[in-house]
């Protein structure tokens, strides 16, 4: 790559080669202020007034196309805002871009132009850590009540002081806008109580008629502190419970895994070969159970009811909680990882837990094909669904969607396979892409996916059953308390059931993260909803929501 | 030319009056008669039968605590549904809305005069009969407005003009529908409809097959059917209610006994859809062995759980879709069908 | 034939509960009987219907469709196939609040949230009943450290059955209600606990530091909710 060949004669290359870090640099040139290095990328300084110029510089000409995250953090002297910048194409190769700004003028460059998703991110960072951000169109609170007073995870905030949440009702913001003539349109607020919102979503919706307009996802009702209960936890233990909340669709061995990921990528743990497989069993039932919910609801957003296939759906689910409650004691908060392993082995008699996984993944083919004849093949539903709530790929990668909802645009990024981690790339499956756009192609990836998830248990069931007794090794050698050097600095994503789902953790020498970011695929994947609403019918707006499946204990964290 | 007495007449003949006091005591006697056995059998249709039905589809079990398979619901919900508060809205328009609760169950318990239900249960045979039935059919509708203008509350106006939309769009294929069959009936009067009926079609192995215009013209009764489905709002067409989208539709504001009186309204409004249906292309009240009532009871059931099952499997449809159906395909082939149907008629009588 | 019909009723002679005797005394207007107020509670046939509404009420109740967060899953099993709800006449979800008895509140509150949640729970028509689902609605649960955290739906609104767990299971989801129906059968009222968040004008707050510096912001009318967060338990 002439990259490469520009890079020979620079003197870091006198240690280890030309590194990624280099390259980037030089390709900056004078933008980048100073370097730092995180554990998985490299970390290049920007002032914070050149912030878009260096991101549309990192964007088209090296290819980073994908603003995984935002993290904002204060220092003691300082504010800084890191952009998790990778690619689609290559999860592999990341770059995270700092930004630092002072203290007594926390302003920097906003990202929104480049990367539309960065809207809401900065949004989350202004709120909570209170960094300011020039050109960005709607700077203003999105997690907590607009009356809010400090930001919570700044250092001096007062956790005591009193705080005040209006119940407003909400004005009309077009109503003035008699855009085509006669236009009249009027305001409904769906949510945060609405039998579609799949929890405390607000949708503030204008519609005129039928006929949605314009369209704004005000969320934060379920914001319960997660970073903050992270931060306040100590790595080996207390930290692990919480991310089985955030995504509760069952889905918390994905999300554990996000942690114990992270975490051991922090501390340098080994995970032992056997452990990662119960690992890749126990992930993948989560997946099932997760996507069983997915078509359950989104056919209730598109029934209209308790009907018929959200009880199988149910029914399903059900057998899936039962291994899961096997396995790890539980029904929902799984609780089960281990920095270094899981916490126990299979449950005795495993002959019996066997069975009963492999009865499971030889019945799912029955049920799928039920769903399929019930749905899929059901031409109201695709009258409904095909060419509806249309989400083009490059405004997916803009928002940064992922897992699923990207999947069903035709991208192809799975980071399973990307930037494979446990025993995923000894196996054999597929990642699963419909290029249709649209709410059925994600509703299709959701049913395809479960065949993949069962075609890997399948594997993991016959790997563990044919492991020697003796080299049953659950767990690595951890030190009791684990304390990771000071200011060592991480960002690990693992593929959680709706998508990319990332933790970005400081060090600082303590036993406790300085700085615990989760970075939440339906966060993202939520952004997109207007793009898909707008100009659609409420029904179909509806539609759309239900495929993104998103969880709001994951969106606001 | 009455074929049978009607029930006002049997009441007042078996009291001996005669005269206007006769027939206003056997037509009182007779509609208390009639709205009890509709309300008696709506109140089995919603709080029980209707869950039991939809649990039967999501092989669920329901209600099975309260008296013998849950009997007693009937009795605890209807009781605790009438007792609970009645929350009159700030902003709501007062007489529109304390109405409408009673025009919707009214009207469609005013439809069943007109039925034929066998052994002589008929309250009123006029000639229009069946123009009636439609008629007070779609004052229903006027009560959905009214609900949701009425309410001041946005979901309940969108529910409330899908309602209208839906009603204008279906009520047309409906009545033309309805058409053909009087071409062959050759009257609006509803026991005629059902004499007509009662002729033979053809005998196969013993068994005689009556002219139900079911088997005369079954693509007419298929039009019907899915008309009607529209015209109760069940799914998939169920867009005024739509429970995900505009939370409850018309019937968001409502509680307590206003709740209970539309809830009741819709029930009524299904059981006669599917008595009008009966009426016109199954025979009334006709079947072998068993008396005619309990047949037009089989027959309406019948049509009730065809909505429930509707209900449970098949997904509803977005307006314009929905719309779209009624313009363009349920109007064109209900004429096409009224057309076919007066030449085949014209060329064979 | 009522007496027959009631699955959890215990004898209700041993129930003598204070709240009971409150109620009976009138001084609890929560099941709100014109009747009673109108004859008081002693006529022989008076309390018989109050016992024949309590058995009613107990016996049948639409349930609020209401999901906040991870208990709703479980909730989702409760009504599903193998858990099935239904069974006791509390399976009916009603989308609409003004059509529900109980609401399941299954999750954790929220400084954002609790007034949404407090207007659903006051649309809502009388008699009506909380179920706190989780421990998040008994203390907040795991996250009551948390900034934002209400640490309980009691700070909110009356709780008239606590079920514990993280997430309750639907055996105990279902074990909760039965209680509710058997304690609503026995005309026991839920104690209303002190709730120190209320929803008030804006224009009523005492006023202090963060009211003075908010007052541009909000309107006196509007509805807002305080969080005396150091007051909290």
Redo the contacts between chains.
């Keep these: 790559m002439s990259l490469e060949e520009q890079q020979s004669d620079d003197p870091a290359e006198l240690e280890s080669g030309v590194s990624r870090g280099d390259e980037l640099a030089d390709l900056l040139g004078d933008l980048v202020v100073g370097r730092e290095e995180h554990l998985n990328a490299p970390g290049l300084v920007i002032r914070p007034d050149e912030v878009q110029d260096a991101l549309f510089k990192l964007r088209d000409e090296a290819g980073f196309d994908h603003l995984s995250c935002v993290t904002a953090q204060e220092y003691e002297d300082r504010y800084e805002s890191i952009y998790h910048l990778t690619k689609f194409d290559d999860r592999t190769d990341e770059v995270s871009v700092v930004v630092p700004t002072s203290k007594d003028n926390p302003v920097s460059q906003s990202a929104e132009p480049v990367f539309r998703t960065a809207d809401w991110h900065e949004r989350e960072a202004y709120d909570l850590v209170g960094i300011q951000y020039e050109d960005h169109p709607d700077l203003r609170r999105i997690l907590l009540p607009d009356t809010w007073q400090g930001h919570p995870l700044g250092l001096d905030y007062d956790q005591d002081r009193p705080q005040i949440a209006t119940l407003r009702e909400h004005a009309n913001p077009l109503e003035e806008d008699h855009r085509a003539g006669d236009s009249n349109t009027m305001y409904i607020n769906i949510g945060p109580h609405h039998p579609a919102t799949h929890g405390v979503l607000h949708v503030e919706t204008v519609v005129d008629g039928e006929q949605v307009v314009d369209l704004d996802s005000d969320i934060g009702y379920l914001h319960r502190c997660e970073e903050q209960m992270c931060q306040q936890g100590t790595y080996r233990h207390q930290i692990m419970p919480y991310p089985d909340r955030w995504d509760y669709i069952s889905a918390g061995l994905l999300n554990e895994w996000a942690y114990a990921r992270t975490a051991e990528d922090l501390a340098d743990i080994e995970v032992p070969e056997y452990a990662q497989i119960i690992r890749t069993m126990g992930a993948e039932l989560c997946r099932i159970a997760s996507h069983m919910i997915a078509l359950g609801t989104f056919a209730l957003d598109v029934y209209g009811d308790f009907t018929a296939i959200f009880m199988y759906a149910m029914r399903d689910r059900e057998i899936v909680q039962n291994i899961l409650e096997d396995l790890t004691g539980q029904r929902m908060m799984f609780n089960y990882f281990r920095l270094g392993g899981v916490v126990w082995d299979l449950p005795e008699p495993r002959e019996e837990f066997f069975e009963k996984i492999r009865d499971f993944i030889d019945e799912l083919p029955q049920a799928l094909e039920e769903y399929h004849d019930m749905i899929t093949s059901n031409e109201i539903l695709q009258a409904r669904t095909v060419g509806t709530g249309v989400l083009p790929p490059e405004v997916a990668k803009s928002y940064g969607a992922t897992g699923p909802v990207a999947r069903g645009s035709g991208i192809d990024y799975d980071l399973r396979r990307d930037d494979s981690y446990g025993y995923y790339d000894e196996l054999d499956w597929d990642v699963v892409v419909e290029d249709g756009c649209d709410n059925f192609s994600r509703l299709l990836v959701r049913m395809r996916e479960v065949e993949e998830s069962a075609k890997i248990i399948q594997q993991c069931v016959d790997l563990l059953e044919d492991w020697p007794e003796d080299e049953r090794n659950i767990q690595a050698n951890v030190p009791r308390t684990l304390k990771p050097e000071e200011d060592t600095e991480i960002y690990r994503a693992v593929e959680g059931a709706k998508g990319e789902l990332g933790i970005y953790i400081r060090a600082d020498g303590t036993d406790k993260p300085a700085r615990f970011k989760i970075r939440s695929p339906c966060f993202s994947n939520l952004q997109t909803l207007p793009e898909m609403s707008e100009g659609e019918y409420i029904p179909d707006m509806i539609a759309s929501l239900g495929s993104l499946d998103i969880v709001l204990g994951e969106v606001d964290r | 030319m009455s074929l049978q007495a009607v029930l006002p007449d049997t009441i007042s003949g078996l009291l001996g009056l005669e005269g206007i006091l006769g027939d206003v005591v056997g037509g009182l006697v007779g509609a208390f008669l009639i709205a009890n056995i509709m309300l008696i059998m709506t109140a089995f249709a919603g709080p029980w039968a209707k869950r039991k039905i939809t649990a039967a589809f999501g092989d669920r079990i329901a209600v099975n605590r309260i008296g013998p398979f849950g009997l007693l619901t009937i009795v605890t919900d209807a009781v605790r549904l009438l007792s609970k508060e009645l929350i009159v809205p700030e902003g709501v328009d007062r007489p529109a809305w304390d109405l409408a609760p009673m025009v919707i169950p009214f009207s469609a318990l005013l439809g069943f005069a007109v039925i034929p239900m066998g052994n002589g249960i008929q309250l009123a045979d006029p000639e229009t009969g069946l123009a009636f039935a439609f008629a007070a059919a779609s004052i229903a509708s006027l009560g959905i407005v009214m609900t949701g203008y009425a309410s001041n509350n946005k979901f309940s106006l969108i529910g409330a003009l899908r309602a209208v939309a839906s009603n204008i769009a279906y009520e047309i294929p409906l009545v033309v529908t309805a058409a053909s069959v009087v071409i062959f009936a050759g009257s609006l009067r509803m026991s005629e409809i059902v004499a007509v009926q009662a002729e033979p079609l053809l005998s196969v192995a013993g068994v005689t097959i009556p002219t139900w215009f079911a088997f005369v013209n079954p693509f007419a009764f298929a039009l019907f059917i899915i008309a009607n489905l529209a015209e109760v709002g069940r799914n998939p067409f169920d867009i005024p209610e739509a429970p995900t989208e505009i939370v409850a539709g018309f019937q968001t504001e409502y509680s307590s006994v206003y709740f209970v009186l539309i809830y009741l309204g819709e029930f009524i409004h299904i059981f006669l859809g599917g008595a009008i249906a009966a009426t016109l292309f199954l025979g009334g009240p006709a079947g072998p062995v068993l008396p005619g009532f309990v047949w037009f009871t089989i027959k309406i059931w019948a049509f009730f759980l065809f909505t429930q099952w509707a209900r449970s499997a098949i997904p509803r449809l977005r307006v314009d879709q929905f719309l779209e159906i009624g313009w363009k395909g349920m109007l064109v082939l209900s004429f096409a069908n009224l057309v076919l149907t007066a030449i085949i008629v014209g060329v064979i009588v | 034939m009522s007496s027959e ?1 009631k ?1 959890f009723v215990t004898d209700d002679t041993q129930v003598q509960t204070e709240t009971r005797d409150a109620r009976m005394a009138g001084a609890d207007d929560r099941f ?1 009987s014109k009747l009673r107020e109108a004859f008081g509670s002693s006529p022989f046939i008076l309390t018989k219907f109050d016992k ?2 309590n ?3 107990g ?3 639409f349930m609020l ?6 208990c ?3 909730m ?2 409760t ?4 858990h ?1 709800l ?4 509390a ?9 529900a ?1 109980v609401i399941i509140v299954p ?2 509150i ?11 729970y006051d ?1 809502m ?3 009506k009943f909380v179920v706190g689902m989780g421990s998040c609605t008994i203390s907040g649960g ?2 009551q ?5 209400i640490k309980g739906a009691e700070e909110v609104i009356p709780v008239d059955i606590h079920i514990p767990g ?2 309750p ?1 639907p055996e105990a989801l279902i074990y909760g209600i039965a209680k509710l129906q058997e304690r609503i059968a026995n005309g026991e009222s839920s104690p209303v606990t002190v709730k120190p968040y209320e ?1 008030e004008q ?1 224009g009523d ?1 005492e006023r ?1 530091e ?2 003075d ?2 007052a541009a ?2 309107d006196e009318e ?9 007051d909290s338990p």
């Excluded at chain 3, 009504?79 to 193998?82: A, N, S």
């Design positions: 019909q699955p709100n024949f509404m058995w009613v009420r016996s049948s109740m469709q209401f999901g906040i967060a991870c709703s899953i479980e989702m099993h009504y599903g196939i193998k099935d239904d069974r006791f006449a399976g009916v979800p009603r989308a609409s609040p003004r059509q008895d999750g954790t929220v400084s954002k949230f609790a007034p949404r949640m407090k207007r659903v649309q028509p009388e008699p795991p996250f450290e948390g900034y934002n955290v993280c997430p299971r929803l804006f707050l202090d963060i009211v510096k908010l912001e909000i509007d509805l807002v909710m305080r969080y005396n967060w150091a």
